[in-house]
């Protein structure tokens, strides 16, 4: 029998997108995950999941703003203490979407080479390549390798070697050390595996057909606030477009509520409760609820789909 791979999601309160990041990963876990055991959400629990998620609610212990990596490894080694929790299991990010069938088991740890190779106009100003930094310099300090395993990839971790590995440093001060890299460089010196196409970022707002273009043939899609454009919510949500196992509460979102309410026949009252919940027009609300009639249905639709934002007109 296989033994199932359990798979921890540490949350912050960070989200501008109501936390769907999550649900989004959540939903391509679903459709794509093998092997997949239970999921843990350490921090805050969206309101949209089920109770068939385990919530351990830690909180941050440092400043997000100045040590986030401090705040993770935390939240890791106080998930590492549940005995629910299975001694081998993946670390993903809420931003982190499988794009294809994946065995948890046979992921490896990816990393980017050797971060002592890497030119010095790599570091820049960035405050979290100033972690990174700092991680290769105590990497070197403490003669471990210094490969740079924080590639913005799911990651398996194990209990008790994580617990191990993260007693040797001092993550907990000043702007600390970069979690994936500590455990990578202290556990991972040889199941590891260097990057090369599997994954794809989105850190730069791009079209629908650069979108596709892009991650066609990725196993991996990794994704930043400043990736997070509307198109990129389209392709997640045309990508995804069923809720999970683990989720209670549909996608709460305008264009697509509209979408949904066309394509299920655009039932009058429906409709007029759907432009009741996003818009305040008291005179038309009122209008729309007096009746119902041709011309009524048609000045309705026509109000929800001109609300719509432009790029998601076409998705229908």
């Not at 046979?106 to 106009?121: C, E, R, V």
């Not at 979108?211 to 392709?235: H, P, T, V, Y």
């Not at 997640?236 to 709460?252: C, D, G, H, Q, T």
Request: charged content about 25%; overall charge positive.
């Amino acid at each position: 029998m296989n033994k199932l791979i359990d798979v921890v999601y540490p949350i912050g309160s960070g989200s501008g997108w109501k936390n769907n990041e999550l649900r989004f990963s959540l939903r391509a876990l679903e459709k794509y995950g093998v092997n997949v055991g239970q999921i843990f959400i350490v921090g805050i629990l969206p309101d949209f999941l089920a109770s068939s998620i385990i919530n351990l609610l830690v909180k941050d212990t440092y400043n997000p703003s100045v040590n986030a990596d401090g705040n993770i490894i935390h939240k890791v080694l106080y998930a590492c203490e549940d005995k629910r929790l299975s001694e081998d299991f993946l670390f993903i990010n809420d931003d982190h979407i499988l794009l294809r069938s994946t065995d948890l088991k046979d992921i490896p740890n990816f990393h980017k080479g050797d971060m002592n190779l890497y030119p010095d106009s790599y570091w820049g100003d960035n405050y979290w390549r100033k972690r990174l930094k700092r991680t290769r310099e105590i990497l070197d300090f403490n003669d471990l390798p210094a490969n740079h395993y924080d590639c913005h990839t799911p990651i398996m971790l194990n209990k008790s070697k994580f617990r191990e590995a993260m007693k040797k440093f001092n993550y907990q001060e000043g702007g600390g050390f970069t979690m994936k890299s500590l455990y990578g460089n202290s556990v991972c010196a040889t199941n590891n595996q260097l990057l090369r196409n599997e994954k794809k970022t989105v850190f730069t707002g791009l079209s629908g057909p650069q979108l596709e273009a892009r991650l066609s043939d990725s196993q991996f899609l990794a994704f930043n606030d400043q990736g997070l454009n509307e198109s990129l919510k389209i392709w997640l949500y045309k990508r995804f477009p069923n809720s999970s196992e683990w989720e209670i509460n549909e996608f709460e979102d305008r264009n697509v509520e509209i979408i949904r309410w066309m394509e299920s026949g655009k039932n009058y009252l429906k409709g007029v409760k759907l432009f009741e919940k996003y818009y305040k027009n008291v005179n038309l609300i009122h209008l729309f609820k007096s009746g119902e009639s041709d011309y009524l249905r048609k000045k309705l639709e026509y109000k929800l789909v001109n609300s719509m934002s432009e790029q998601w007109k076409n998705v229908q």
